[in-house]
């Protein structure tokens, strides 16, 4: 059985990498957690946070319209970054739509109407906008079977979401939030 | 060099596993930059959870190599059936994505492609239409989430 847990100095000589040094580290089943290289290891101390895809909050609701504050349970500080957050919801689909107005004829599309802006402690359900010059996106979404040709409704259901120790805005993404040294 | 590795009672948080992040104390530094740790100092059951974010196999994963996604096929019925390994305690402990390739070009109301998933267990799901006239081809994953604090402590 090989060496799966270390708690101490992983030597950067005896593994392919530089800038280990003491911390925690756990391999894959089969891998030597002493002389591996970082892509072998399950867990790894030495890595900047935003390198890891650990879970920093995550949550569920049954609908949501408005901004949700992910940090508000208890003392959950303030990443001080805008993070990545991954989501699941009702709304997995995209959207086409043409009209015609005049001589012209217009068209609207979208490859996913899941859509959610997140700052640093919200997110918010929004949609995109259509016709010339409004295709910004804005807050909430489609509900009206008379807007842009809804089938049905797009209101934001049954969302599942993730909060990753992920930097994910301008400014942000880079090596000291990374640290990446392989 | 800071304390990196608490293993045991930290004055916030409890006996734990506790590492942070380089150049933070881990026994006194913020919640914002521990790397890892196992208190669960939540309550309610919309904003727990952490640790690795990891996807739950659709098959092997234990003794052969796990195949980490799935093709659902809703094109010619309007449901389909998705299963996958037991590594959550109920359907509200998975988080299901997927995602298609969609038409270059298309018209009208029926291009509505989507899916959504119905009745989560922690082996399987229902795949549903979310538009009910038009069917697609899609890839799923499935990652393991915690549905509350019950599951911490």
Redesign the interface.
């Known amino acids: 059985m090989a060496n799966r847990v270390l708690?101490g100095n992983k030597s950067a000589s005896a593994s392919p990498g530089t800038n280990y040094g003491?911390?925690?580290y756990v391999s894959k089943a089969g891998k030597d957690v002493l002389t591996c290289g970082r892509k072998e290891l399950?867990?790894d101390?030495?890595q900047?946070?935003g390198a890891?895809?650990?879970?920093?909050?995550?949550?569920?609701?049954s609908s949501l319209s408005s901004a949700l504050n992910?940090?508000?349970?208890?003392?959950?500080?303030?990443?001080?970054y805008i993070p990545l957050v991954?989501?699941?919801?009702?709304?997995?689909?995209?959207?086409?739509?043409?009209w015609s107005a005049g001589n012209q004829t217009e068209?609207y599309?979208s490859?996913r109407?899941d859509l959610i802006k997140t700052t640093a402690s919200t997110i918010t359900p929004i949609k995109m906008g259509y016709g010339a010059n409004a295709c910004l996106p804005s807050d909430g979404r489609r509900t009206s079977n008379t807007d842009v040709?809804l089938?049905?409704s797009q209101a934001c259901t049954?969302i599942?979401?993730?909060v990753?120790k992920i930097p994910c805005a301008y400014g942000y993404m880079n090596s000291t939030y990374f640290?990446e040294t392989d | 060099?800071a304390n990196?590795?608490l293993i045991g009672n930290r004055a916030?948080g409890g006996y734990g596993l506790y590492?942070s992040?380089?150049g933070e104390d881990v026994a006194t530094c913020?919640?914002?930059?521990l790397?890892?740790w196992t208190e669960n100092?939540?309550?309610?059951?919309?904003?727990?959870?952490?640790?690795?974010?990891q996807v739950v196999p659709i098959s092997g994963g234990a003794t052969s190599a796990p195949v980490e996604s799935a093709t659902i096929n809703i094109s010619s019925s309007s449901t389909a059936s998705l299963s996958f390994q037991d590594l959550v305690a109920d359907g509200?402990d998975v988080?299901?994505?997927?995602g298609?390739a969609?038409p270059t070009s298309?018209?009208?109301?029926g291009?509505?492609?989507?899916?959504?998933?119905t009745s989560p267990s922690a082996t399987g799901a229902t795949a549903n239409r979310?538009?009910?006239?038009t069917g697609g081809t899609f890839t799923v994953f499935v990652?393991k989430?915690?549905?509350d604090g019950a599951a911490l402590t």
Not at chain 1, 52 to 61: D, K, L, W
Not at chain 2, 95 to 98: G, R, T, V, Y
Not at chain 2, 106 to 109: A, K, L, P, T, V
């Open positions: 708690i003491y911390g925690m399950l867990f101390s030495s900047g946070t890891s895809g650990f879970i920093y909050a995550e949550g569920q609701q992910f940090l508000t349970t208890n003392s959950k500080d303030a990443l001080g991954i989501h699941a919801e009702d709304m997995q689909q995209s959207h086409n739509w043409t068209e599309y490859t109407m040709g089938g049905s049954n599942g979401f993730a990753l640290e | 060099m990196r590795i916030t590492v992040k380089s913020n919640k914002s930059d790397y890892f100092e939540e309550s309610g059951s919309n904003f727990v959870g952490h640790g690795p974010l509200d988080l299901i994505m997927s298609s969609h298309n018209s009208g109301i291009d509505q492609q989507g899916i959504k998933f979310t538009y009910s006239g990652f989430r915690l549905n």
